[in-house]
């Protein structure tokens, strides 16, 4: 069953009669976790969808509907699935063993490969996770600067541990979210995006600040875009006042290009986090940057200058298998267009979705840099020219935008009826199997999703 079998159906009913076997494991699903999902972006009126196969752009559900993906396993597959080099390799891996808790040679290739491709990777510890890859970095901040102070963008995420979960969706105000002590909070320093008088202040006002961190095309890949000449103030800023500079690189290490937003736009930071690409679409992460940084792990650095040295464990740390698919992954990057395949489909999709918004004159706009696809609803009724958007101008208006919530959600279901699948951002990451016949099926999707919603009157 598919959307154009059900021509005068609302989204809602198409999706829900395409659907039925993620119906029924939604609701045994409710019965076993929290709102019967793990992850909250997988949360979705009525209910998520659920996959059962994938190869290279698109998916299948358990239903058997395809789609092509724009959820490209949160940002982790610049590959698309199941790509034969990564898949050979993980298999090879799994042959001799998941895990030998013990140091392994193809972690020193991994490791290996990173410091080649990443600016300011002199030094490597790797995690089971983006969120992990945060923590450690900040933790490394602190230890080496003796300071105690964060500084965060609003609208950024970094994973969700406690430093990290004011001023990304909700509490940008600073305060504690549920759950987060009210000191740890109150080290932690919120600005605004792009705002030099205001991230000039803080550092006037405050003399103990260990770290700023910040994803460098801006939040959520670039949905609401940092400056170029933003991320040089920030690098001039933090070397005056001997301040550690972070790139959360979790979303665009290796996919902005080889070695990441750093190697694009020429400015390189103290120490980088790493996950989703540097493992290959397994689990996995990274903290990498300067020696005399990462120093603090390293027990006879530490012992001979009297330091305590961090301590960190980690049963997966640099998986054996990650690691294959990792490497695999890597040396395709390094060695191929991939990253440039895949920024250049991006700029042409956007392209061809604005053509689609001025042909159906809404005032809406697809927007984004790279391989990132941003959908921007306009919900104040701002007079927008699609091709013509300037985001950076929109931030303010984004920052507190609920996800998946109302239209956004709508645009969403109308996407997946019509055989794509984005996140309710709504927004979406590129693979470098995207190809001619996805891009036609995502444009066609796009121009049906508009007026399904003008039909239902959600839009006008």
Not at 147 to 173: A, E, I, P, Q, Y
Not at 334 to 356: I, L
Not at 396 to 417: A, F, H, S, Y
């Amino acid at each position: 069953m598919s959307a154009s079998t059900l021509p005068n159906a609302t989204l809602t009913a198409a999706y829900e009669a395409m659907t039925p076997g993620s119906a029924a494991l939604a609701a045994k699903a409710r019965t076993l976790m929290p709102s019967g999902i793990a992850h909250d972006s997988r949360h979705f009126d009525p209910y998520p969808l659920y996959v059962q196969r994938a190869l290279g752009p698109v998916k299948w559900d358990v239903d058997n509907n395809k789609y092509v993906d724009y959820f490209g396993g949160h940002g982790a597959l610049i590959l698309g699935h199941n790509h034969p080099a990564v898949m050979a390799a993980v298999h090879a891996a799994l042959e001799q063993g998941t895990h030998f808790g013990a140091c392994h040679e193809r972690e020193v290739r991994w490791a290996e490969l990173v410091t080649q491709m990443v600016p300011s990777a002199e030094r490597v510890r790797f995690t089971s996770s983006g969120t992990e890859a945060t923590l450690m970095a900040l933790r490394l901040a602190r230890a080496y600067t003796g300071r105690s102070k964060l500084v965060r963008f609003r609208g950024h995420f970094h994973g969700w541990h406690d430093h990290m979960t004011s001023g990304h969706t909700t509490h940008f105000d600073g305060t504690a979210t549920s759950g987060v002590v009210e000191g740890v909070a109150d080290n932690v320093l919120l600005c605004d995006p792009n705002d030099v008088a205001g991230i000039t202040r803080i550092f006037n006002d405050h003399k103990d600040i260990a770290a700023v961190i910040l994803e460098p095309t801006g939040a959520n890949f670039g949905k609401m875009p940092i400056l170029p000449s933003f991320l040089q103030v920030l690098r001039d800023l933090t070397k005056q006042a001997g301040t550690v500079l972070i790139f959360d690189e979790v979303v665009t290490g290796f996919r902005v290009s080889p070695g990441g937003a750093q190697a694009a736009v020429g400015i390189t930071p103290d120490m980088t986090t790493l996950a989703k690409i540097v493992s290959g679409g397994l689990p996995g992460g990274a903290v990498v940057g300067r020696k005399d940084i990462l120093d603090w792990l390293d027990f006879k650095v530490t012992k001979t200058a009297g330091k305590e040295k961090i301590a960190h464990p980690g049963t997966f740390n640099a998986n054996p298998v990650s690691a294959a698919a990792g490497i695999a992954t890597l040396e395709i990057l390094a060695g191929t267009d991939a990253c440039a395949r895949a920024n250049a489909y991006g700029e042409t999709v956007r392209a061809k979705m604005n053509e689609v918004l001025e042909d159906e004159g809404l005032k809406w706009a697809v927007h984004g840099s790279y391989s990132g696809i941003h959908i921007y609803t306009n919900p104040e009724g701002a007079d927008i020219v699609p091709s013509k958007f300037d985001a950076v101008s929109f931030i303010q208006r984004m920052i507190d935008k609920p996800r998946g919530e109302g239209v956004t959600g709508q645009v969403r279901m109308g996407l997946l009826v019509n055989g794509v699948d984005i996140n309710s951002g709504p927004s979406g990451v590129i693979s470098a199997m995207h190809g001619e016949e996805e891009m036609a099926i995502t444009v066609d999707a796009f121009r049906a999703t508009i007026r399904a919603l003008k039909r239902e009157g959600t839009v006008t």
